[in-house]
């Protein structure tokens, strides 16, 4: 259901950000994600950390606060 496909968004998207850095693929899965479950916690911070080490400070504030 629904919790799978966040899980998976979130699983794919962190691995693009931690073990390839693709920021790009990321976000994209990860915004997937999101469109699920706004408020998914971990779906919120990984997008932060995304966004930070891509030097947008401001999108990851949105997201880490």
Known sequence: GGQ?????AY?????YFAQQRKYQE???FL???EKAN???PRIRQA???V???MGNQAKA????N
Not at 4 to 8: A, G, S, V
Not at 61 to 64: E, P
């Open 4 to 8: 799978q496909i966040i899980d998976f």
């Open 11 to 15: 699983q794919t998207g962190y691995e």
């Open 26 to 28: 990321a976000i994209y």
């Open 31 to 33: 915004q997937f994600g």
């Open 38 to 40: 706004p408020n998914d």
């Open 47 to 49: 997008l932060g950390q």
């Open 51 to 53: 966004y930070q080490q």
């Open 61 to 64: 504030a949105f997201y880490l």
